[in-house]
């Protein structure tokens, strides 16, 4: 690995070029144009021309909408880069000149903050290559929001088509006060699964329901009786996260429906944790429809969707102490692992180290506005990831770049 400072100097020299307008407009479009997972097809197109003019080979449609550019530039490590692509069913109420156009699908994560942050950071040290050698590899993923599209990249053939990473990196835009870059070591992220519920009752009318099994009921029951599971069967020093997302029953007022259904989310650290909380799951969704004389056992799927993200300690701490170099000691600090979930990690072979850390966000306004004293306080009174009213200040634009650059600098040869 290269000295800090070093790479601080050249990323700066590589960036210097980086024309901030221009980076601007590409992220506003992007923005004005969401696409659901599996349907990044106008995003895919705008990522690949950029890097296609910046010298790229690039190779579209991997798992569908994926991208994958290719710079080979002599002897040296390979390093890839990653940003995901895909946008959410989510309504914008941010107000801004540059809102979606697309009614009810916004940029609500930031994914289109990730494209442009790696376009950019491509294009700088596609321009800069005479600074270092080595092969980039550059990953415009698609439907991380849904959990399917790193591993669809992998079934389509991403580790056997493309050179094999020595080092896997990437980061997400996150709510806090523009201007920090959180890293932390080890488990960074939680691991998260989806589970369907389906409750049988016997319907009939709705004055009549002594004659029906009312599933609405038993669900309610579910759905408060799962309320205690990590209140009273999860330790106070672990961590788990289980939420009732859905719940869909009947079609009519006067109707007691033969059927509920719900979906749940479950977030946890820790395998034995996740395991005990899916069989608390099970055992009331059994006892309640039990209790309630349903005449067909419940259905109890289960979905698992992300792992765990756990950073490679040593070269978490090797890239913090590059970014700490180039923003400023203050800048960068480990907030702990957090109950957010990725398909990041999918996408490094089995052995190859990777790193993921965050940019925060916030404007100054925004952060200035919000209640609370504390941190933590204003950190849940700020817009945050999937709200309508996210909206990343555009100061984060180049800092954005510099820590991908940055990153890759650190690891390709000098």
């Not at 493309?162 to 992220?189: E, K, S």
Request: net charge negative.
């Amino acid at each position: 690995m290269r000295e800090p400072a070093a790479v601080a100097r050249l990323t700066r020299e590589l960036t210097d070029a980086v024309k901030a307008a221009e980076l601007q407009e590409f992220y506003r479009d992007l923005h004005r144009h969401p696409e659901p997972a599996f349907q990044e097809h106008r995003t895919a197109g705008r990522l690949a021309a950029r890097l296609r003019a910046a010298g790229y080979e690039v190779t579209e449609g991997v798992a569908g909408t994926g991208v994958v550019g290719v710079l080979a530039n002599g002897d040296g490590p390979v390093v890839w880069l990653r940003a995901d692509m895909d946008a959410l069913p989510v309504r914008e109420a941010t107000g801004l000149p540059y809102a979606s156009t697309v009614d009810g699908m916004m940029h609500a994560c930031g994914h289109d903050l990730h494209v442009t942050w790696l376009a950019g950071a491509a294009e700088a040290l596609a321009a800069g290559r005479a600074g270092w050698s080595g092969t980039l590899v550059v990953v415009g993923q698609p439907a991380e929001e849904s959990g399917g599209g790193a591993g669809a990249m992998v079934a389509d053939g991403l580790h056997e088509r493309f050179p094999r990473p020595d080092v896997l990196f990437g980061q997400h835009v996150a709510p806090g006060p523009a201007g920090f870059y959180p890293h932390t070591p080890g488990l960074t992220m939680s691991a998260a699964d989806d589970i369907d519920v389906v409750v049988h009752g016997v319907g009939g009318h709705g004055s009549r329901p002594e004659s029906t099994v009312d599933p609405v009921v038993t669900a309610a029951y579910i759905v408060t009786r799962l309320q205690t599971v990590v209140a009273r069967e999860v330790a106070a020093k672990e961590s788990a996260v289980l939420t009732v997302g859905q719940f869909h029953a009947g079609t009519k007022h006067n109707i007691i429906p033969d059927q509920a259904r719900l979906a749940l989310n479950l977030r946890t650290q820790d395998t034995a944790v996740r395991e005990r909380v899916l069989t608390a799951v099970r055992r009331i969704v059994e006892g309640e429809c039990a209790a309630a004389g349903c005449p067909v056992p419940p259905e109890v799927t289960v979905h698992p969707g992300y792992p765990n993200t756990v950073n490679d300690a040593v070269l978490d701490g090797e890239i913090a102490a590059v970014h700490r170099a180039l923003f400023g000691e203050h800048t960068v600090f480990d907030f702990g692992p957090a109950m957010g979930s990725e398909d990041f990690s999918l996408l490094a072979p089995q052995g190859v180290p990777y790193d993921y850390w965050y940019v925060t966000s916030t404007p100054a306004p925004v952060w200035d506005a919000a209640p609370g004293r504390e941190l933590g306080e204003k950190f849940g009174n700020v817009p945050g990831n999937h709200s309508p009213l996210f909206a990343p200040d555009l100061s984060v634009l180049l800092p954005g770049v510099q820590t991908l650059v940055s990153a890759a600098l650190s690891r390709l040869a000098g």
